[in-house]
């Protein structure tokens, strides 16, 4: 079971665990759904709503999907699901079902198309509300090393409309 929470009570806990060990960032559109991990994450406030903000390299599948679908999820596991972590961080669902090959159950999402990880802690439900794409020339010089491929990133801004814990 689950119970709802506002989407600022786990912020420290949400960006330490996303960025030591990583979630689960799921797109579901039109009946396909995939999911890859994240380390790298935002939660802050912008145009007056509560805001998650994911970065997507355009080489991913997962890129494919987000530029269709009108929303995302973000799953975060504490402590478990370490090697679920890490397949569906090297491993593309262009290639493979990542959830039925990790045993990951997708949880349709309570107000988005896209669903949750069950398995997971903590979720935050997004409804895109901005994207934009990397300018690498405003890039300050200290990020460049981040892109020796020029895989840049694209930056979607999810409206949180629900957030939700395992009791
Ligand atoms: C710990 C970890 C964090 C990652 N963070 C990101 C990220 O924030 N953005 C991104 O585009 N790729 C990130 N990746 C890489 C993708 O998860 C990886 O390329 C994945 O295989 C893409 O899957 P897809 O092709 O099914 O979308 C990360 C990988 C790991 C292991």
């Given at each position: 079971m689950f119970r709802d929470i506002p989407y600022d009570t786990k912020i420290q806990q949400a960006i330490n665990a996303i960025s030591s060990n990583g979630a689960f960032l799921t797109v579901g559109h039109n009946g396909t759904k995939n999911t890859m991990t994240i380390g790298w994450a935002s939660i802050g406030f912008f145009w007056g709503k509560p805001i998650m903000t994911v970065a997507v390299r355009d080489s991913r599948y997962t890129y494919e999907l987000i530029e269709k679908a009108a929303d995302f999820t973000v799953s975060i596991p504490f402590e478990a699901l370490q090697e679920a972590l890490h397949f569906c961080g090297t491993k593309s669902g262009r290639d493979r079902d990542k959830f039925t090959e990790c045993g990951l159950t997708a949880q349709p999402g309570r107000r988005v198309n896209s669903p949750v990880i069950?398995?997971?802690?903590l979720h935050y439900e997004c409804q895109i509300v901005f994207k934009t794409k990397m300018n690498p020339d405003l890039l300050a010089e200290s990020c460049q090393k981040w892109y020796p491929k020029k895989d840049y990133h694209t930056f979607y801004f999810g409206e949180i409309v629900a957030c939700y814990e395992r009791e």
């Open positions: 069950a398995e997971c802690d």
